[in-house]
């Protein structure tokens, strides 16, 4: 079992900065895929960006340029900066976790945390 602390979401200003992060548990870290994921009020649930355990990224078209994720494998923590941020940014920010097992993969999700940019 892999246990997520996600924190860092709140109230922001348009054109404001957030950071979050994402803490999980186990000494296989190094070797996870982490993604953040994103659901809408509208209950629309869409990739943000993930990091491979070697570093390469992937971006939404949405928020390249704007949002980038990173990993330190020594604190078994992925952040990811958020700038520039505006409306259509206000979900709840789900963190994900993904490794290969003995019969597959395994799959955990985090609680979310909501991030909110209004005015």
């Known amino acids: 079992q892999v246990q997520i602390v996600e924190s860092g979401g709140g109230l922001v200003q348009p054109g404001g900065s957030l950071r979050l992060s994402c803490a999980a548990s186990g000494n296989a870290f190094r070797f996870f895929h982490m993604t953040w994921y994103r659901q809408t009020p509208e209950k629309q649930r869409d990739l943000v960006a993930s990091?491979?355990?070697?570093?390469?990224?992937t971006y939404a078209d949405s928020v390249k340029g704007r949002f980038t994720i990173s990993r330190d494998n020594a604190k078994n923590t992925v952040y990811l900066q958020m700038n520039s941020l505006n409306s259509e940014d206000t979900a709840v920010y789900y963190c994900n976790v993904k490794y290969g097992g003995s019969f597959g993969t395994y799959e955990y999700w985090g609680q979310g945390t909501q991030v909110t940019v209004s005015s």
């Open positions: 990091i491979t355990p070697g570093g390469g990224t």
